[in-house]
């Protein structure tokens, strides 16, 4: 049989090396992103209505994306707490808006139902609809979406109606490849491609995107420190 060792599944110390190729973030730029990450997060608002949204007057990031991709499970891994928003093998857990603040209150984790929920009802499909297109349109504190895409799937189209939402929200939104532990390296690469000629095709979303897995710790880091560096660029501006 050939050499198929390239088809292996890379050691997740290789995906970091790629990972640090394709966004390398300076000492400094991760320090800041320890720091901010190191406040207490804890959870303060599950809003089914536009009426039932915490007051505003702290920066929010929110984790979109369909349902099962992962949204909770990478709130989870950045907060390094294990079960701060919950999570499910079945898709469809998260069925409100739900607000994690940092106890400095630097910053609110804002995680979404997932989109596209094959088994909830029309009716609840809906509402959450609504409730998402309200949130993105007049949230001033919302200061950027993840749009988490599931790195198996890549850019789906049920993922392209979200970023045409996007696009049309006026809101800045930045595309996370999650579960990359479940890739083989030419799949990466592959995939990194695919992306970055699809974002090119959004002019809303953010040219860099990121590679993570919650479950092996791969980019999370990286992550905390372009949150940290966004809420400072807000700051400035
Ligand atoms: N292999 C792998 N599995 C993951 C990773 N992140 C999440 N999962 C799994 O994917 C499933 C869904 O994760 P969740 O975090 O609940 O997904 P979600 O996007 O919040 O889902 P909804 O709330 O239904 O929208 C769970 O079984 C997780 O354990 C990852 O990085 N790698
Ligand atoms: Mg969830």
Not at 109 to 132: M, Q
Not at 152 to 181: C, F, H, N, W
Not at 212 to 227: M, R, V
Request: proline content about 3%; aromatic content about 6%; some cysteine.
């Amino acid at each position: 049989m050939a050499n198929n060792e390239s088809d292996e599944k890379v050691k997740s110390v290789d995906k970091q090396n790629l990972l640090n190729l394709l966004k390398i973030k300076s000492k400094e730029e991760l320090e800041a992103g320890r720091r901010l990450f190191s406040s207490n997060v804890s959870f303060i608002a599950g809003s089914v209505k536009m009426g039932s949204l915490p007051i505003e007057g702290v920066p929010e990031i929110a984790f979109a994306g369909r349902s099962n991709v992962g949204k909770s499970s990478l709130i989870n891994s950045i907060t390094n707490r294990k079960t701060l928003a919950r999570t499910s093998q079945n898709p469809g857990r998260t069925q409100q808006i739900n607000f994690f603040e940092f106890e400095n209150k630097e910053l609110r984790l804002v995680d979404f139902p997932g989109f596209g929920y094959a088994k909830a009802s029309k009716k609840s499909i809906e509402k959450w609809t609504r409730l998402i297109h309200s949130y993105l349109r007049y949230r001033t504190a919302l200061k950027r979406v993840l749009l988490l895409i599931d790195s198996r799937r890549g850019i789906s189209p049920l993922d392209e109606e979200t970023m045409k939402v996007l696009d049309k929200s006026a809101v800045s939104y930045q595309i996370i490849l999650t579960k990359i532990d479940k890739l083989k390296i030419k799949e990466l690469e592959e995939l990194i491609v695919r992306t970055e000629t699809n974002c090119i095709k959004h002019p809303a979303a953010h040219p860099s995107f990121h590679l993570t897995s919650s479950l092996k710790g791969i980019g999370i880091q990286e992550l905390k420190a372009e949150i940290a560096s966004l809420l400072t660029s807000h700051v400035q501006n």
